[in-house]
């Protein structure tokens, strides 16, 4: 079974303070993504990433970088952290498409507070 | 981009009556309508998924249903438990979509009365 692990399930932080989320895929995924999950707005792609050193901005980058230095690690770093970063973060990954599987596998969450 | 509405945003049922959720996405290339569960605090599951080569897919007391002209897919529930409450998502991708992202619906809590 896959699994995707991200580092910390709860974070406190404080405005200004630059905040890295980690997240790590033990299943050689080429694909990996991140979420960040609010109450009546569903899940929102902030980045993605399809290869190593590979980036692609999703729907909601403003106020975010992310770093794929190796396959199986995807970091969202958090320039200078804001009140309205508070949020639950979302790490996936899924294969490369092989006509198998589409499939995304979701981590825990990381909830982030900012105050 | 893709646009993705889901309905209702909430519901409620007893239990052993059946729930439906829909969802209408709005780019017609989309071709791959996935359905997530989410319980309170846990990580969102895949609990059945459809390409668009297939107009229905059951999967014992689940089905989704896809309507490609009309662009618009549901999920149906039979039979409900009170382990079905939780909140649920709908999503597309199409294959235009870079690593064939996913866009969400903004989810639909349902809650099963005993």
């Known amino acids: 079974d896959v699994k995707v692990t991200q580092s910390s399930r709860y974070l406190v932080k404080r405005t200004g303070e630059k905040v890295f989320l980690e997240c790590v895929q033990d299943?050689?995924?080429?694909?990996m993504f991140w979420y960040r999950q609010d109450p009546g707005l569903g899940l929102r792609l902030i980045y993605f990433s399809y290869d190593v050193k590979m980036k692609e901005k999703g729907d909601i980058p403003e106020g975010y970088s992310v770093s794929r230095e190796k396959k199986e690690r995807f970091s969202l770093i958090l320039e200078s952290a804001s009140t309205n970063q508070t949020s639950m973060y979302l790490c996936?990954?899924?294969?490369?498409?092989?006509?198998?599987?589409?499939?995304?596998?979701f981590g825990s969450g990381t909830r982030l507070t900012v105050v | 981009g893709e646009n993705v509405e889901q309905h209702p945003s909430t519901l409620s049922v007893q239990e052993g009556d059946s729930a439906v959720i829909k969802c209408t996405y709005s780019?017609?290339?989309?071709?791959?309508f996935p359905w997530y569960k989410q319980e309170l605090g846990k990580r969102p599951q895949l609990i059945i998924d459809i390409r668009s080569n297939v107009g229905e897919k059951k999967d014992q007391r689940i089905a989704v249903t896809l309507n490609k002209t009309a662009k618009h897919f549901s999920l149906h529930i039979t039979e409900t438990q009170p382990e079905d409450s939780a909140v649920y998502f709908c999503a597309v991708t199409h294959p235009g979509a870079g690593s064939y992202q996913l866009t969400f619906g903004k989810g639909t809590k349902l809650s099963v009365i005993p």
């Open positions: 780019d017609s290339a989309s071709n791959y």
């Open positions: 996936a990954s899924r294969p490369r498409d092989s006509g198998a599987t589409w499939r995304y596998t």
């Open positions: 299943m050689d995924h080429e694909n």
